[in-house]
C-alpha cells in the first residue's frame, strides 16, 4: 500500500499561484507513476498532472499546459505542482495519486491510478 498526503491548497485571486505537495509513504516503490487529479462540484474527477519515477517524463492535461508544472523529487516520493497564472475554473479539491509500473503502459497520463489521497481544496477567486 502507499499513502499518500496533499498540503499546499488555499484561497488566491486569478491571476495568482500556488504550490501543492504530495508525500508518499509505504510501499513506495509502488509509486511508478503519481499524478495530480481534480474534482470541481458537480463534475467529474479529472485528470491534471502525471510525472514518473525519475521526473524526466511529464504528462499534462490540455487546459493547463504552460501554467502549471508537475516536478518529483531525488527520493522520488514527493511530488510538487506549480501552479501559476490561475482562474477561477481551476477551482476543484486536488487529489494526489500513485500506481505501479503497468508492463506496454509506459504513460502517466489517464486516470487508472491504484492510490489515492484525501485531496486539498483549492480555491482561485475572480
Known amino acids: 500500500q502507499v499513502q499518500l498526503v496533499e498540503s499546499g491548497g488555499g484561497l488566491v485571486q486569478a491571476g495568482g499561484s500556488l504550490r501543492l505537495s504530495c508525500a508518499a509513504s509505504g510501499r513506495t516503490s509502488s509509486a511508478y507513476c503519481m499524478g495530480w487529479f481534480r474534482q470541481a462540484p458537480g463534475n467529474e474527477r479529472e485528470f491534471v498532472a502525471g510525472?514518473?519515477?525519475?521526473?524526466?517524463?511529464?504528462w499534462y492535461t490540455a487546459s493547463v499546459k504552460g501554467r502549471f508544472t508537475i516536478s518529483r523529487d531525488n527520493a522520488k516520493t514527493t511530488i510538487n505542482l506549480q501552479m501559476n497564472s490561475l482562474k477561477p475554473e481551476d477551482t476543484a479539491v486536488y487529489y494526489c495519486?500513485?500506481?505501479?509500473?503497468?508492463?506496454?503502459?509506459?504513460?502517466?497520463?489517464?486516470?487508472?491510478?491504484?492510490?489515492w489521497g484525501q485531496g486539498t481544496q483549492v480555491t482561485v477567486s475572480s
Open positions: 495519486a500513485a500506481r505501479p509500473l503497468v508492463l506496454g503502459k509506459p504513460s502517466c497520463g489517464g486516470s487508472d491510478y491504484d492510490y
Open positions: 510525472v514518473s519515477w525519475t521526473g524526466g517524463n511529464t
